[in-house]
């Protein structure tokens, strides 16, 4: 019975860790992009995986970051190891001490005060920093690792050195520098695989256009999971096994010595091949190693070597613009496109306030242009050098006019609105109201929006006020409601409504209408609505850091992206409505053109409101009620 139980325990443990992995591993040959249905066996996400240079360059910074940082790290460790056996034993307590105090403190702590340390220096965030990092929380593990040899070691043999003769670098390298050897080997792989692992410091030292993996997945996985995110992590399971098997199968040293003393009863053939697994861990993968890494970066670095010192620094939306409109403007201008990505107005505001990243172009919305107008963070556009901005609609220049009064920074680039996505076949009635959101009968069947603004303009339009309301007592009633509400919440989620939507693991989803379009094309049985309380009527517009590097080239680019064809690529890939009039008309489908969900009439605009700018004071206000609410 003992036994059994104990082969149950085990079972279920493996079952715990290897059951996620398994799963991953299967979707990863779905052919379906939704984790809902199979759709057949297929490797195009692989292909697409491999294809993909933004995350091929990023798998080359991480392995070049890595090693570099981990081979600087231990050259400076190991110096330094040495340097403190030979200090006096209250100044070795005192420098121990200081060496420990990075590896007990939260890496996040570590991630912001190298940042700040960067900004005030007026270093530009980039690859030296990141690196710079790495080497910098690398050191104390490397000293970790090679003090306890360097107390091993024989001093006295080092001096019978100096007494006969030889140099003190001499005597290092012959007699000290084997004994401590494998704590140096020891300390260079664990900062190699922590720095292939760090995600925190990363992100906070990292500049525009610089991705290791893990930041790189980071963003992908806040947009939805790609299924090409499946396939990059069963290649990295896969190879993690493979190593771990080799290393476990290859001869220990103990049966090394057994196959020595058999030597005369093995052909030389079979002896060559008990050592092959041996050879394979010992020589053929550093080298491999090293030959992967020196070809990926000739490979994926080949364009950046080769590319002009023109150049323009964008910071947007994920998933806000198609990849082949940056193509053709870095092919017709020679103007090489820097690109990065972020996921909320909130987290893109601080990186444009430290001014630690000079980008040419951002794409906030509504009110945050407002906010760093207030704050002096943007310079006005010439608009003479962006003729092709005369193809906005007027209707969306009045809009802008509630953040941006005089038209000055700000060109509109989407708009849409905000509203209710639910599921015909797991809903009775159809919807016309907020209220749904509160309906029982929907318990964890819900989706929120993740965001204060979104989640309060909700509460809000369904108490009958405005969604820019700075009342006290209206706002401690719209928290009140959505209190109420949380018990009935699958999730509050951002990017991730739309694959869950579609893979009808929920019923009512709160959503922007241009992904709303895109749902409707992969699940026929959504349905989407404003409801009749109202809502929000948001626009997204490019505008201008005051210490953009790069003017003329941004305006390039702008005057670019407002042409006709290119507006209609980009409605096309991300299906955001375009407030670009003739690209509205260069768009073939009537049943889209005249979509109520991509140019909802002046029926559905009318109760629509504009976010605004409320202030500091009032931003306080709605985040301490916003963390009430995610709190009880």
Known sequence: ????????????????????????????????????????????????????????????????????SAIIATVLGTAASVGITSMKPRAKTVFMGVTNIPMLNGEIVMGISLMLLFIIGR?????????????????PYVILSVMPKMKQTSRATYEAALDLGASPMYAFWKITFPDIMPGVISGFLLAFTMSLDDFVITYFTKGPGIDTLSTKIYSEVRKGIKPEMYSLSTILFATVLILL????????????????????????????????????????????????????????????????????????????????VLDMFEEETGIQVIYEEFETNEIMYPK?????????????????????????LLQPLNFDNIPNAKNIGQVYYEKS?????????????????????????????????????????????????????????????TLG??????SIHELTQAKDLLVQQKPLVQAYVIDQVRDKMIGNEAAIGVIYSG???????????????????????????????????????????????CRPEIALMNFEYITYSTPNEKARELIEDPAIRNSEIAFPGDSILSRCETFTYLGEDADEVYNQLWREVKSN
């Open 1 to 68: 019975m003992k036994r059994k139980l104990e082969k149950l325990y085990m079972a279920f443990i493996i079952f715990l860790l290897y059951a996620p992995i398994f799963t991953l591993i299967v979707l990863s040959f779905n052919s379906s992009r939704t984790r809902a249905k199979w759709g057949g066996f297929t490797l195009q996400w692989y292909q697409a995986l491999f294809a993909n240079e933004d995350i091929m360059n990023a798998l080359y910074t991480t392995l070049v970051i890595a090693l570099l």
């Open 515 to 561: 992904e709303a379009i895109y749902t409707q094309t992969e699940n026929p049985d959504l349905a989407y609505v404003v409801p009749k309380e109202g809502s929000n009527m948001w626009i997204d517009s490019w505008v201008m850091p005051k210490n953009a590097p790069n003017k003329e080239n941004a305006e390039k680019f702008l005057d670019f992206l």
């Open 352 to 376: 444009i306030q430290s001014g630690a990243i000079a980008y040419d172009l951002v794409c906030p919305s509504d009110y945050m242009i407002q906010k760093m107008i207030q704050n002096d």
């Open 401 to 461: 006019r509630q953040f941006d009064p005089d038209n000055q920074y700000s060109i509109p680039y989407c708009w849409g609105t905000v509203g209710i996505l639910y599921n015909t076949k797991m809903v009775e009635e159809p919807i016309d109201s907020w209220t749904v959101l509160w309906d029982t009968q929907y318990k964890d069947n819900i989706l929120m929006q993740d965001s204060v603004r979104d989640a309060f303009a909700v509460a809000l339009k």
């Open 123 to 139: 270093i530009e965030l980039g690859f030296g920093t990141i690196l710079l990092a790495h080497i910098t929380f690398n050191l």
């Open 465 to 470: 006020y405005s969604l820019n309301s700075t």
């Open 245 to 324: 098997l080799l290393v476990n199968f290859s001869p220990s040293d103990k049966n090394a010595g057994q196959e020595a003393q058999k030597a005369h009863r093995l052909s030389k053939k079979k002896r060559s091949f008990g050592r092959i697994p041996q050879i394979i861990v010992g020589r053929v993968l550093p080298v491999l190693m090293v030959v992967v890494i020196a070809g990926g970066g000739i490979y994926y670095g080949r364009a950046n070597l080769t590319s002009g010192t023109e150049q323009v620094i964008i910071y947007n939306w994920g998933e806000y613009i198609d990849p082949e």
